[in-house]
């Protein structure tokens, strides 16, 4: 199924499914008129939208381009791995790490020896400074681990 | 009179110019780094300022909240990520224009824009303060639902082509806006038994993960380092003058964008975010090619920057003259004026009048700095941005994001949120859904609701019910206004449809 | 004689430890220390804390580092707060009602009102009654009659749902037997502008904002024990005859089983900050009200007011 309509409208009426079972109890009525309304606004149009391109007659276009979503899906984990890293070995020490293993994951000229220990150094600079700007100057309370 | 004078005559000291351009300097840099709001910076810096006097102490305040909502163009431009919620608007057409290797034509224009959007709304609160003020007070609870439904009409003019899908997106933003406790009962909704949730989704990190992770992204897939063509067109000799003359050819534009500008600000709560906003479909709707809007018009730009930097003098007014925060930043400035023993109301003008009008004086000249130490500060982020290679620079924007959603509420679930709006920001991009839509109905939800139950608890009180929402004249003329921009883009078709076809047949 | 030697060890390790603690209690606070925020910058809380913190670093003799963690009414910055390190380096500014309250009404605040132990409370601002100085209502019974005579449709602003403007309103609704309607606002900040411009009949707010608004604001009750310093001439409730006291009481707490003697250090400090003419000239230009409640007495307060609350929602029939 490549086409982005169907596809979109699918998954908004799973978010309006999930939300909606969400209100079903605890909520008082001046909490509840608004995202009722808006839960409603989203299924009627994620229905029209889906009903109105299956019964178009023509073939629905494939017009969804998925380019090397290995990529996306690593460089996003590798994101994620810094979020939660980052209570353990502190802010500091995971940037550079994460920030290194990035590197070596976008560029493939950075993967020799000479060209990423360059690279590194210059980063660890560079994080270093954003980072006495942020917690020092900016008084941000960032995560603390092993060695900042 | 004299009192006038003789604030105008203390911000003329070399200290406190100084000051202020070392303001000037630090709020540029605060407003371009996303993840630091102008209310942050302004609010980091108070406890600075007590040991000063008065009026330095506001001088320096005054010089970071006008530069810092100018700053947030810089990203805007080069990132596609607003680096405070006051230039959304800023990426729709400034981000396009830096692809095409225009990114320091856009900067100019940002900078020219802003210097005039502030200089306006400094003469409206120098002169016009008073009668102003009593505008604000006319917008009640269903004034404020009536704004923000006006403001979601900007999904018809922005997504013309894709209507349903831009009323998805903007239905999708109100809804991930309900998130947290209720204003109207205090419920808990929607927070999945996670208690971090209780305060609800923050604006900045939704941003920064929607607008910026998505190009982050499309940047690494690209590769090529090259990652804004032509450069060369884009920085030849005499550009500067050539800009800004442009830019001044457009006095409807920025007269326009000004005033609604100031408008925005002086209505208590509602600032920047949604002025640029405002403004960026106004323009679109008085200009003779609304299409080409969205593909790098400096129209775009002027629009949304002339805007946000009205707001700053808009936002005063009200607060100098009756205590009402303009905009969030007021607030914080509220809290500064208070410390220094000040109280807002007639007493800051007579009583307070040297502080006052120097205060006043003071944004006016330090606006004017914004515009060479913008230019240089923006000439040498351009250049960097452009020339590092991708695989420093998407990893450096990524540490942004996560170190600036973090900072926004210290708060590590800012920075999940952030992540999982980058994913569906991703995943928008695929499904050809526009992300500003979203944005819109995150920023104008919590308004819109607001308006709404507090109205209806309103209504019900005097016994008219929901007829509330259609018997008070600003709401009525809010009404109006909200129709037709409802229906100008289709009309606006229509019209045209009907002249080309009229012109084709008299061929 | 293994027993007794066991014993003597066992001494001695106690008086070690007893020492140990003493030690690094008595040498707290050892750097800076982190006073949370759970409230945006520029409101009461702030103003509070930041006026505080001059005097605050000079009695504990550290850097007083100001952050914020915002949302939920407070409620995401205190279940921050009772998930942290009790050690002391962290406290975090409290509210009442609002601490007591939040875990009452919803489901699942991220704390519960006991786990926050108590430092200490050092201001508290009543709430005022006020209409604007052009209304018809003249003294609180001109108002109750309307009232009386029209159920619901007097409209009452104020800051919060279940804070205590919106308790003050259900407190009144109760002492005097009519009916409101409470109209919750953001903050004090927002529900200025609806009294301002006629959206409402008049704010249950608190006297510090009605101090800012004196010129346009006419005050018809405080909801406290005395009179308010700044305004002599407005009679409190009970002198009405309406036996309301109502408040936001300001102060601190620790993480739960942070050490008593680090509290103590703490509580002395903000002691020492509130008796310094320096800051309670400033505080009460500003119509706060000084407390002076230590950790015991704070305690005992908050188990007071948790009996009252309760009571009050169920008499009214409003628990959830």
Known sequence: MRNSDIVSSVLVLAIVAIFGLQLRSGVTFFGLVFPRAVLWGLGLSAAGLLVATLVRGQAPKKDIEAPQLGTVFLVLLLMAVWIVAMNWLGFYVTSVVVFGLQMLLIDPNA???KAFIRSIVGVAVELAVFYVAFSTLLEVPLPRGILF | MSSALSGIASILTPTTLLLMLGGTVMGLIAGALPGISATMAVALLVPFTFSM???QGLALLGAIYMSAIYGGSFSAILINTPGTPSSIGTTFDGYPMAKQGRGWEAIIVATVGSVIGGIFGVIALAFLAPPLAKVALKFGPPEYFWVAVFGLTIIATLCSKSLVKGIMGGLLGLLIGTVGIAPIGGDVRFTF?????????????????????PEVLAMILEGSDKRYERMDIGRRQGILWEVTKKVLAQPQN????SIIG???????GAGGSIANLVSYNEAMRASKHPEKFGTGLIDGVIATETANNATVGGGLIPLLTLGVPGTPVDAVIYAGLLIHGLQPGARLFTHFGDITYGFIFSIFVATVMMLPVGLLLGNALHKLVSQLSVRILAPSIMFLSIIGSYAIRNNIMDVWVMLACGTLGFLLKILKVDPAPVVLGLVLGPLAEQGFVQGLLIGRAQGIGYGIFFTRPVSILLIVMTVVSLVWPFVSAWSRKRREKGAGANA | MRLRRLSVILVLLGLVALMVAHVTAATFPERAVTYLMCFDPGGE????ARLQQPYLEEALGQKVVITYKVGGGGAVGWSELVRSKPDGYLFAGCNLPHTIVQPMQRGDAGYTTDQLKRIYCFESTPCALVVRVDSPFKTLEDLLDYARKNPGAVTLGGSGSWSANHLGVIELERAAGVTLTYIPFTGSGTATPALL????????????????????????????EKRSAVFPDVPTFRELGYDIVEGAYRGVSAPPGTPDEIVKILADAFDKVNRNPEFIKKMTDLAFDLEYMGPEEYTRFVEERTAYYRELLKDMDITQ
Request: aromatic share 4%; glycine share 12%.
């Open chain 1, 111 to 113: 993967r020799n020896p």
């Open chain 2, 193 to 213: 038994g996670m208690p971090a949730l209780q305060g609800g989704v923050e604006l900045v990190g939704t941003m920064i993960g929607l607008f910026c992770l």
């Open chain 2, 254 to 257: 920025l007269l326009r964008s």
């Open chain 3, 45 to 48: 809380s702030d103003i509070t």
């Open chain 2, 53 to 55: 006097p008065p009026l």
């Open chain 3, 197 to 224: 411009g006629g959206h409402v009949t008049g704010l249950m707010t608190y006297t510090t904002m009605a101090a800012q608004q004196r010129e346009n604001f006419r005050i018809l009750a405080v909801a406290a």
């Open chain 2, 262 to 268: 100031t408008v925005v600000g002086i209505i208590p």
